[in-house]
């Protein structure tokens, strides 16, 4: 999902036999769904694996506002501007509730940034696409962020209460996402013969993508046991990806757009739909750096870093004098 | 009484457009938050006057018409607003000048005898408050920063100063609009604009450029070459597929 390269300490899980005192409480009260809070005594990899998810989910809404900023210059009306402005504008929020929830887990934001900069953390691989007509729009809201929520809601019930209280927030903003995405869609679809054409393109390249925004298949994921056995993911990828592809093919139809995987189908008897795999070895080479927008992603970033460095410290220097002249 | 009104509409068309330039790429995320809520205002006043503009045509242009289907020469903005982003301190001079400007008309504006100008200014003039404070916030903060700062905030003071004069210049649509009770004569804001200049050039330690020399054109649709620019970006889809709607 926003944090799709998650490795856990991988030595599987203990048992309550094998835990000390220490753990086996901090088990009992995960198991017994209560809130884990900054003050709490917490094991290491625990803390450790929530630092490097929290910050992932947080590096992925700050990368995430370049594929629509992509557009908002070229906004087709003031309405949709606004809109879209909007949307990313929260998006950039996001990436705040998110660093603040990893800040209470006692690392910094400078730091977590300088991660990303310099490619040492990683971000949601979605964000590696292109957006290449305004259907885009459509389909992003649409799409990832309608990813996104499947996994968000679920995360409202995670374990760590800064990052379950963060999720709450963020949900609320996110179906205004999803929304005005298919909204964009609904236009595009039934419009000129080039917008539905646009639509389409965008569905088709966006779709494979929104699908590996869940991450490897469970059987690949050899890390996820101990994350859901404390309850950091509360979902499997295979779970996230069934509820997505469940709910969003009928609004394809809806939108009269052709599914972009021939292979896929509604299997009456379990009442879900049988999809085709995402090509994986595309979405490891995107992980490793080799997406389609990997190396200019992070240049925007770092030189919005870089040409910033004189206004952040200009700030300080103010401070500072300010300060000074008030001792 | 309707290019009065693309006067109002196209500043904040264009600088709204300007600073949305800026999504994703701020110094900080405050600042791409802080950004987008500005360029949001400004497309809303945007989308008043420009629809009030339409209504008195009488065309049957709305404001996106009006945004999205004219070319440069029917654009009347000031030109400072349609200066390039540069860098940070450029863009932030850019709105703090504007800003003094605007809250100014804005709250002339609200005097207006035309109710609906009087409205919309009424509407507007609480969020070029809200701007106007946090530019003069700014200039002060980063004019008496550190020495790069302090220096860059001084390069984009000069470098944006002979695009000030023109929002203070009289022509014959000004006087017609004065005389009709709608709008105050832009030169009769100018001692208000120069004494609050002062005041937060002085806590900023910023030197007023002593050239009166003005860059005129925009407001009668002499622009310059970046406007020309700015449009076939902001204007490509509206004119590549003239028929669809979005
Ligand atoms: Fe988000
Ligand atoms: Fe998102
Ligand atoms: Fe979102």
Redesign the interface.
């Known amino acids: 999902m926003y944090a799709q390269e998650v490795k856990s300490t991988g030595k599987g899980i203990k048992t309550h036999e094998e835990m000390s005192a220490e753990e086996r409480d901090f088990q009992v009260r995960i198991d017994a769904g209560e809130k884990i809070e900054p003050k709490d005594w917490m094991p290491d990899g625990y803390r450790k694996n929530l630092v490097r998810q929290i910050s992932q989910h947080g590096h992925s809404e700050v990368v995430g506002q370049l594929p629509e900023g992509n557009w908002i210059t070229r906004a087709p009306t003031l309405e949709r501007k606004a809109i879209l402005l909007a949307k990313v504008q929260d998006e950039a929020g996001h990436g705040l509730y998110l660093y603040s929830a990893a800040e209470t887990l006692g690392v910094s934001r400078a730091d977590l940034i300088d991660d990303l900069l310099s490619g040492k953390a990683k971000y949601s691989s979605i964000f590696n696409y292109p957006t290449l007509n305004w259907a885009d729009m459509g389909a992003v809201g649409w799409l990832v962020d309608g990813a996104a929520i499947v996994n968000q809601v679920a995360l409202q019930r995670t374990s760590y209460g800064p990052y379950s209280r963060a999720m709450v927030r963020i949900c609320k903003e996110e179906s205004f996402h999803a929304r005005q995405g298919f909204d964009i869609m609904m236009k595009m679809s039934s419009g000129t013969a080039a917008q539905k054409a646009m639509a389409q393109d965008a569905l088709n390249r966006l779709w494979w993508p929104a699908l590996m925004m869940f991450g490897p298949t469970d059987a690949d994921s050899v890390h996820s046991a101990q994350s859901m056995a404390w309850k950091i993911k509360v979902m499997t990828n295979d779970e996230g990806r069934q509820k997505f592809v469940d709910q969003t093919i009928p609004q394809i139809e809806y939108l009269g757009l052709e599914v972009p995987d021939s292979a896929a189908k509604l299997n009456p008897k379990t009442g879900h739909y049988e999809f085709s795999d995402p090509d994986w070895a595309e979405f490891f080479e995107v992980l490793k750096g080799n997406g389609p927008c990997n190396v200019d992603r992070l240049r925007a970033r770092n030189k919005a870093h870089d040409d910033g460095a004189w206004f952040r410290d200009g700030l300080m220097a103010h401070t500072k004098k300010q300060q000074i002249a008030a001792e | 009484m309707f290019e009065f009104l693309l006067r109002m509409g196209d500043n904040t068309?264009v600088l709204g457009?300007r600073v949305?330039?800026w999504?994703?790429?701020?110094?900080?995320?405050?600042?791409?938050?802080a950004l987008?809520?500005i360029?949001?205002d400004m497309?809303?006043q945007?989308?008043l006057w420009l629809g009030l503009a339409g209504e008195v045509e009488g065309q049957g242009r709305d404001?996106?018409a009006l945004?999205?289907r004219r070319d440069a020469w029917d654009f009347r903005n000031l030109l400072l607003v349609e200066r390039p982003n540069r860098?940070?301190?450029h863009t932030l001079m850019r709105q703090f000048l504007f800003d003094l400007w605007h809250h100014e008309r804005l709250s002339d504006l609200c005097l207006s005898e035309d109710d609906r100008v009087a409205g919309i200014a009424a509407k507007c003039v609480k969020e070029a408050d809200y701007h106007l404070e946090r530019s003069k916030d700014l200039i002060?903060?980063?004019g008496?920063?550190?020495a790069?700062?302090?220096r860059?905030m001084q390069d984009a003071l000069d470098a944006l100063w002979p695009y000030v004069g023109e929002m203070f210049s009289d022509d014959t649509l000004d006087i017609e609009m004065n005389e009709a009770g709608i709008a105050p004569l832009p030169s009769s804001q100018r001692p208000r604009f120069d004494k609050a200049l002062s005041a937060t050039l002085a806590l900023a330690t910023l030197i007023r450029p002593e050239s009166n020399f003005a860059q005129m054109g925009g407001r009668s649709g002499t622009h310059t070459e970046d406007l020309g620019h700015m449009l076939a970006?902001?204007q490509?889809?509206?004119r590549a597929?003239p028929?669809?709607?979005?």
């Open positions: 068309l457009h949305s330039e999504c994703g790429h701020a110094p900080v995320l405050e600042e791409d938050i987008a809520n360029a949001l497309i809303g945007t989308r404001a996106d945004a999205f860098d940070f301190g002060i903060r980063l008496d920063g550190s790069e700062s302090h860059k970006t902001m490509f889809l509206q597929y028929d669809a709607r979005w």
